[in-house]
């Protein structure tokens, strides 16, 4: 009895892909890989997308190791709060953003009177958009492998005077080497595909903010046969994501 609809969510989720697929300019496609607008999107996607995740690592291995590690009140309504971009539409997580970095925002405002720095619709915009969308990815797979991670390796270094900073560098890194890198790979797929947000606060430029879904919306109106083009590269990229993570998935 199970057979039926399970056949049937299989057959939703995988025909829009094949499609897509199908429906590929595929004689074309090397030519349209090839034009302006397509590369410097893919350039501006590839490098926003990267920084992002460099943030994310920076910011999101310390909180990880926060939630994991330190208990103090409030921890519980802490980690609702990373995930909240979990769920949150994107354009919601782009108006906040607006609302705190915008020229008038909480913060923008004094980002702007002070050094003079405005982040709405810049490349650094893209980047603040897309580590809001992604941190949570990472922060939640480091966390996971933090309390994997077996306690007594930690502890044997501290009993050899290790100090803290010397045991999170040399053993807790090592240990959960495999969750960051997971984290950090899910991170940059996240960001990659990023559009909500980014078009909300940094929105659809050119050269300075237009990224490959931007850049997919756009070419939809006017070029359907190159916003196929960039779906295909999209996908091409998700896969190679799930390739990466397959042991991942097929050990939990």
Do not use: H, K
Not at 19 to 37: C, D, F, H, I
Not at 84 to 105: C, E, F, I, M, Q
Request: with cysteine.
């Amino acid at each position: 009895m199970l057979v039926l609809p399970a056949l049937v969510g299989l057959a939703f989720l995988v025909l829009p892909l094949v499609g897509l697929l199908v429906r590929a300019p595929w004689s074309t496609l090397g030519t349209r890989l090839a034009e302006p607008q397509v590369l410097e999107a893919l350039r501006l996607s590839l490098l926003t997308a990267t920084v992002a995740t460099g943030v994310c690592l920076v910011l999101g291995v310390p909180l990880a190791w926060l939630l994991a590690r330190v208990p103090f009140p409030g921890a519980r309504l802490v980690r609702a709060l990373v995930t909240v971009p979990l769920v949150l539409p994107p354009v919601v997580g782009g108006v906040a953003l607006l609302l705190v970095l915008g020229r008038r925002g909480l913060v923008g405002q004094w980002l702007d009177e002070a050094f003079g720095i405005t982040l709405p619709f810049t490349t650094a915009g893209v980047v603040l958009a897309e580590t809001f969308v992604a941190m949570p990815f990472l922060v939640i797979s480091v966390e996971g492998a933090l309390r994997a991670a077996d306690l007594r390796y930690e502890e044997a270094a501290a009993t050899l005077g290790a100090t803290r900073w010397t045991t999170f560098r040399r053993v807790t890194l090592p240990l959960v080497a495999p969750g960051v890198l997971a984290g950090a790979i899910l991170c940059w797929a996240r960001a990659l595909g990023e559009f909500g947000a980014t078009i909300t606060f940094a929105g659809n430029f050119p050269g300075r903010t237009q990224t490959m879904p931007l850049a997919v919306y756009l070419a939809l109106e006017t070029d359907p046969q190159a916003a196929i083009v960039l779906s295909l590269v999209l996908l091409a990229v998700s896969v190679l994501v799930l390739a990466a993570l397959r042991d991942r998935w097929v050990n939990a």
